[in-house]
């Protein structure tokens, strides 16, 4: 949900975002992906906090970042800590969600929930129905077909929303300028992504920096 789209709800809070490559936990021994699950491609990448969940959450996230700047460390061997640490906890309250994931028993549902995961690990590199129809061995009429039983949608709006919403987040909580974010998107120039963005915002990538801003 976008900021104000709810004037009956409080506030949304904003996210918490942290860009990291697995090798600055290279001394974590265990395989990464089995030890932290909402990492694989097999699980969902995405878990609603209610209130409680976020203000139990969010003092950690906090400790990371203050560690990371406040450090001199090239290292950030205390940040590292302490984000390894709430991997931990997320790690516990993401196994709740094994119930949600059972939940889906038709056919349509479960290559639904399977899409759903693939997209939100390759929308970057990955932007047709065919593309995923291949890595889920279906054909591109059946995936489509499937998502739209089970969700409304036709399969490539998720894969646009997906990526529109990453677009989003770059766009307002980084500093990076609209090439760079193009680019970071796999979009061939930067006019390519200004049109793939105004088309689904009716606004320009700058446009809404500065209305965000």
Known sequence: M???ACPSCPPCRPPYLIYFKKECLS????????EFPFFNILHTNF???????????????????????????????????????LLYQLKE?????????????????????????LVNNFYIEKRTIEDYAAMLNVTPN????????AFGKNALSFINDRLLAEAKSLIQFTDFDIAEIAYQL???????????????????PLEFRKLKK
Not at 27 to 34: G, L, M, R, S
């Open 47 to 85: 878990f609603k906090l209610n209130e409680v969940k976020f203000q139990e959450f969010s003092p950690h996230f906090e400790e990371v970042f203050s560690a990371y700047e406040n450090t001199n460390d090239n290292q950030h061997k205390v940040a590292t800590i302490k984000f390894l640490a």
């Open 2 to 4: 976008l900021p104000g």
């Open 27 to 34: 001394f974590f021994k265990p395989d990464f992906e089995k």
């Open 186 to 204: 796999n979009f061939s120039d930067p006019a390519n992504f200004g049109k793939f963005f105004k088309k689904h915002t009716d606004l320009t």
């Open 142 to 149: 059946h995936l489509s077909q499937s998502v739209k039983s």
């Open 93 to 117: 309250y993401t196994n709740a969600f094994k119930q949600w994931e059972e939940g889906f028993t038709t056919p349509q549902q479960i290559l639904f929930q399977k899409f759903i995961q």
